[in-house]
């Protein structure tokens, strides 16, 4: 029953309702006592040639009587109850998909997309039972089996009734120890769903990879191969909870042959009529479902208990970025002051950064280039505040980054990553995502600056045009480009470009330059690139190594440095005159 002291917070709030639901039930078992107490009539005035047309007539009067009402309050029990566990499910949905947004980067790599989906659907669902099937078979089971006992006492017999109910604490112990064993196994269970979850969602989403290299006969037999991992742990939580039906009838058929020996024994006695032992017989029927609904009471409560345990684990944890109390939520603006003399990602001894200093004054463009890895997209997470636990300081308009709502200071950068992310939705929605107030001249506006309107001009739907779950139908120049229109549209004060040129071509991205110099003449930008030309009109470029600026300066300054950028620009132009050479052949 712990999973009701757990849920005590809602039902103390939804009392009302589940009041109102249990009372219904209560209805509708005293209701439900009459047509056994009928039919017992029927057959000792029948036994007895007593029944006339007028007590026939008033018999069937009170069993229709009986089925209208039970009807109206079984509609009145469900509205309730039901109803409850809707609102459960929205609210601990919607408490979830919340914290979900709110959680930093270290959550993200902690738990796995599938695994997350797996407590937002099938652990949600089984506490949503608790509150829905659990109330109900646990009130009901109560009142349908404390009313029709007491009926049994007083219509019929109660020396009968202490006899037939004996084997009943039976179900109590049996009910214990399953309860037990299936809390356990059915925790488990939902772990297998989570990773079976998982490897679903990792192999539709790289589905084309795994099409590419030839993977699909190794990609479904390690499939398989987790399913019947599932499977075999699911057959273990059935077979524990198969074993509480057969209990229960067992339990059931000890307590008729009971009635059926002593009551028999009473009647020959004169003890009881046989009109009164038919109404025992009636009685002890409406006694199978309570004592089944104890055994699926159990099965509701220990699932529900094992998912909730894992959606407040979920819950508990908290995000490492915290706003300040009293946080700056004017946009962020003005000068850039980027002072890190020391960052390792969570849980990992590696230094990801180390002295990295520069200072970007407002309107200006900061270039930096590196090899993979060389920490360059590491220098934007901590500008976007997705890891807070570096030495060193970073200031945005003469504040620490720190002092700001999350609001005011990501609303003031554009970012554009280099895995670009599209939604399922038209262009133009995907380029206003950010802005959805913007009209359509602002959305074609920022597509130019990016040098996609043309592209989507020849669309069949142009603007209108769906992209595709992740911008499946577009091209990898084309994404990012419309990632780049979603950055720019709202003119941010700082825009970061992270190697989101890679994809287009040397003229296109010229293009895309130069219309940024010209719209964005009194903003801040930061361009990190693999290819040089990107950032060769920069105020300044930075280039990493192993998270260290080992080069600064200009594009002529590092040009005759004769070191890393000199070298790779010399080599990088080579490539391009080869390229144009095949071309021109």
Same mark, same amino acid.
């Given at each position: 029953?712990?999973?009701?002291?757990?849920?005590?917070?809602?039902?103390?709030?939804?009392?009302?309702?589940?009041?109102?639901?249990?009372?219904?039930?209560?209805?509708?078992?005293?209701?439900?006592?009459?047509?056994?107490?009928?039919?017992?009539?029927?057959?000792?005035?029948?036994?007895?040639?007593?029944?006339?047309?007028?007590?026939?007539?008033?018999?069937?009067?009170?069993?229709?009587?009986?089925?209208?009402?039970?009807?109206?309050?079984?509609?009145?029990?469900?509205?309730?109850?039901?109803?409850?566990?809707?609102?459960?499910?929205?609210?601990?949905?919607?408490?979830?998909?919340?914290?979900?947004?709110?959680?930093?980067?270290?959550?993200?790599?902690?738990?796995?997309?599938?695994?997350?989906?797996?407590?937002?659907?099938?652990?949600?669902?089984?506490?949503?039972?608790?509150?829905?099937?659990?109330?109900?078979?646990?009130?009901?089971?109560? $009142? +349908?089996? /404390?009313?029709?006992?007491?009926?049994?006492?007083? %219509?019929?017999?109660?020396?009968?009734?202490?006899? =037939? *109910?004996?084997?009943?604490?039976?179900?109590?112990?049996?009910?214990?120890?399953?309860?037990?064993?299936?809390?356990?196994?059915?925790?488990?269970?939902?772990?297998?769903?989570?990773?079976?979850?998982?490897?679903?969602?990792?192999?539709?989403?790289?589905?084309?990879?795994?099409?590419?290299?030839?993977?699909?006969?190794?990609?479904?037999?390690?499939?398989?191969?987790?399913?019947?991992?599932?499977?075999?742990?699911?057959?273990?939580?059935?077979?524990?909870?198969?074993?509480?039906?057969?209990?229960?009838?067992?339990?059931?058929?000890?307590?008729?042959?009971?009635?059926?020996?002593?009551?028999?024994?009473?009647?020959?006695?004169?003890? $009881? +009529?046989? /009109?009164?032992?038919?109404?025992?017989?009636?009685? %002890?029927?409406?006694?199978?479902?309570?004592?089944? =609904? *104890?055994?699926?009471?159990?099965?509701?409560?220990e699932r529900g208990n094992a998912s909730y345990d894992r959606v407040d684990e979920l819950l508990q944890e908290?995000?490492?970025?915290?706003?300040?109390?009293?946080?700056?939520?004017?946009?962020?603006?003005?000068?850039?002051?980027?002072?890190?003399?020391?960052?390792?990602?969570?849980?990992?001894?590696?230094?990801?950064?180390?002295?990295?200093?520069?200072?970007?004054?407002?309107?200006?463009?900061?270039?930096?280039?590196?090899?993979?890895?060389?920490?360059?997209?590491?220098?934007?997470?901590?500008?976007?505040?997705?890891?807070?636990?570096?030495?060193?300081?970073?200031?945005?308009?003469?504040?620490? $980054?720190?002092?700001?709502?999350?609001?005011?200071?990501?609303?003031?950068?554009?970012?554009?990553?280099?895995?670009?992310?599209?939604?399922?939705?038209?262009?133009?929605?995907?380029?206003?995502?950010?802005?959805?107030?913007?009209?359509?001249?602002?959305?074609?506006?920022?597509?130019?600056?990016?040098?996609?309107?043309?592209?989507?001009?020849?669309?069949?739907?142009?603007?209108?045009?769906?992209?595709?779950?992740?911008?499946?139908?577009?091209?990898?120049?084309?994404?990012?480009?419309?990632?780049?229109?979603?950055?720019?549209?709202?003119?941010?004060?700082?825009?970061?470009?992270?190697?989101?040129?890679?994809?287009?071509?040397?003229?296109?991205?010229?293009?895309?330059?130069?219309?940024?110099?010209?719209?964005?003449?009194?903003?801040?930008?930061?361009?990190?690139?693999?290819?040089?030309?990107?950032?060769?009109?920069?105020?300044?470029?930075?280039?990493?190594?192993?998270?260290?600026?080992?080069?600064?300066?200009?594009?002529?300054?590092?040009?005759?440095?004769?070191?890393?950028?000199?070298?790779?620009?010399?080599?990088?132009?080579?490539?391009?005159?080869?390229?144009?050479?095949?071309?021109?052949?």
């Amino acid at each position: 029953m712990g999973i009701f002291r757990k849920l005590g917070w809602y039902f103390k709030q939804e009392w009302r309702r589940y009041l109102l639901g249990v009372t219904f039930l209560l209805l509708v078992a005293l209701v439900n006592l009459i047509p056994p107490k009928v039919i017992g009539d029927l057959v000792d005035a029948m036994s007895k040639s007593r029944l006339t047309s007028s007590h026939l007539a008033w018999m069937l009067g009170l069993l229709l009587f009986s089925g209208v009402a039970q009807y109206l309050f079984r509609f009145g029990w469900r509205n309730a109850i039901w109803g409850g566990a809707a609102k459960l499910e929205r609210t601990l949905r919607t408490r979830l998909f919340w914290h979900f947004m709110k959680m930093d980067a270290t959550f993200y790599q902690k738990h796995r997309t599938g695994d997350l989906m797996a407590h937002a659907t099938n652990d949600l669902n089984a506490v949503q039972n608790v509150a829905g099937a659990g109330i109900l078979t646990l009130f009901d089971s109560m $009142i +349908t089996g /404390g009313t029709t006992i007491i009926a049994m006492v007083l %219509v019929v017999d109660w020396r009968l009734t202490i006899v =037939a *109910i004996l084997p009943m604490p039976l179900l109590a112990v049996m009910a214990r120890k399953l309860g037990t064993r299936l809390h356990a196994a059915f925790s488990e269970s939902q772990a297998a769903f989570s990773r079976l979850n998982d490897k679903t969602q990792e192999s539709v989403s790289g589905i084309k990879v795994i099409k590419t290299f030839g993977q699909e006969a190794e990609d479904t037999a390690d499939f398989n191969q987790i399913v019947d991992h599932t499977v075999q742990i699911n057959r273990r939580v059935n077979m524990i909870d198969a074993l509480f039906d057969p209990t229960t009838s067992l339990i059931m058929g000890l307590t008729y042959v009971i009635t059926i020996i002593y009551g028999g024994w009473q009647v020959v006695h004169g003890q $009881i +009529t046989i /009109g009164q032992l038919v109404s025992f017989v009636t009685y %002890v029927s409406a006694l199978v479902w309570p004592m089944f =609904a *104890i055994g699926r009471l159990f099965n509701i409560l220990e699932r529900g208990n094992a998912s909730y345990d894992r959606v407040d684990e979920l819950l508990q944890e908290k995000s490492t970025i915290l706003e300040a109390k009293d946080a700056i939520t004017t946009p962020a603006h003005g000068d850039i002051r980027y002072q890190i003399n020391k960052f390792s990602y969570p849980d990992d001894q590696q230094v990801a950064l180390s002295r990295v200093h520069f200072t970007l004054p407002e309107g200006h463009t900061l270039g930096i280039v590196g090899k993979v890895g060389a920490g360059k997209s590491t220098i934007f997470k901590l500008l976007l505040r997705e890891f807070d636990n570096y030495d060193g300081v970073i200031e945005f308009g003469g504040h620490n $980054i720190k002092d700001y709502s999350l609001d005011a200071l990501l609303d003031s950068i554009g970012y554009v990553p280099q895995d670009n992310f599209l939604f399922s939705t038209t262009v133009a929605d995907n380029i206003r995502f950010s802005a959805f107030e913007k009209g359509q001249q602002d959305v074609e506006q920022a597509a130019k600056e990016s040098a996609v309107h043309e592209d989507i001009k020849k669309f069949a739907a142009g603007y209108d045009t769906l992209v595709g779950e992740k911008g499946v139908s577009l091209s990898g120049g084309q994404k990012q480009r419309l990632s780049i229109a979603r950055a720019v549209i709202n003119a941010p004060e700082l825009l970061i470009l992270d190697d989101a040129l890679s994809a287009v071509d040397a003229k296109t991205e010229e293009e895309i330059l130069a219309n940024m110099k010209q719209d964005r003449a009194h903003k801040t930008t930061i361009i990190a690139a693999h290819r040089l030309s990107s950032v060769m009109h920069a105020d300044e470029i930075l280039v990493l190594e192993n998270g260290q600026v080992i080069e600064r300066g200009t594009h002529e300054q590092l040009i005759t440095k004769h070191g890393w950028y000199a070298e790779m620009w010399a080599k990088q132009e080579m490539e391009a005159a080869e390229e144009g050479e095949s071309l021109g052949k």
